[in-house]
Structures are given as C-alpha cells and as structure tokens.
C-alpha cells in the first residue's frame, strides 16, 4: 500500500538520486505543520539520471521525486500517481541573479528575455 507518512518511505522501494557515486543518496525533502524536514530512504536504485528515473517509475520500479513539472504530464494522464502530496513543500521556482551593467553580454541578455517571457502568464483556453 502507498505511504501514509514520509516516514514510511523507508519501508518502500525507492528509486533515488546522488549527483555522483561517492555522495550520500539526497535525502528527499517534506514539510509538516510548517516545519522542513527531510528522510534519508534506502533506495534500491540510486542514480544521476532524471531521465533514469522517470523511466523506472513508470516500469513499476519503485517511488521516486522529482520537481512536480517533470511529471506532471504522467501524473495528468494517469500513467503515474503523485503520493505525500499533503507534505510536499511549496517551490516558489528558481531566481535569476546578474550584476546591473549597461552592456550585458548577449547571451546573458537572451537569457533573460527568456525567463522573463518563460514568468509571464499565459493564456488558457
């Protein structure tokens, strides 16, 4: 059955992640009643590869995470199940930070066109 707690998450079969193989696996991290904490699980798989990941999971595999925008197709067509969702912290998403120059280089100024277009609100039909 699916965990009720992230503390349970120990006793399910995970698929984690390390950026390399001498580091600790990530310790997955929730929030209760306002307050951060974090679960270090045991997983059977640990890997580098989101890509990895994502493929386990949908094999039946095992539990993973990831951010909510890398399954959100998956979850929304049904193919996989977002759990724990009551302890899930809010991601307010990454921040942009550059000096203030008058002659920023192109390709920091392509950049951040970008991300301001990517923040901008889009239509819904």
């Known amino acids: 059955s699916a965990p009720l707690h992230p503390c349970e998450l120990v006793h399910h079969q995970c ?12 310790r997955w991290e929730f929030e209760e009643n306002g307050r ?3 679960v270090a699980v045991e997983p059977r798989i640990t890997t580098n590869d989101l890509r990895l990941m994502l493929r386990l999971a949908l094999a ?5 995470f990831a951010p909510q925008e ?9 193919q996989l199940v977002s759990m724990l969702d009551d302890f899930l912290p809010h991601f307010p998403g990454f921040y942009l930070y550059f000096p203030q ?3 920023i ?21």
């Open 36 to 38: 951060a904490f974090d």
């Open 60 to 64: 039946g595999g095992g539990i993973t």
């Open 70 to 78: 890398t399954f959100k197709s998956y979850i929304e067509n049904g």
């Open 105 to 125: 280089a192109p390709k920091l100024r392509a950049l951040i066109d970008h991300v301001r277009l990517w923040r901008q609100p889009h239509a819904k039909c």
């Open 101 to 103: 120059r008058r002659n």
């Open 15 to 26: 698929i984690g992640w390390r950026p390399s193989p001498d580091v600790a696996p990530y």
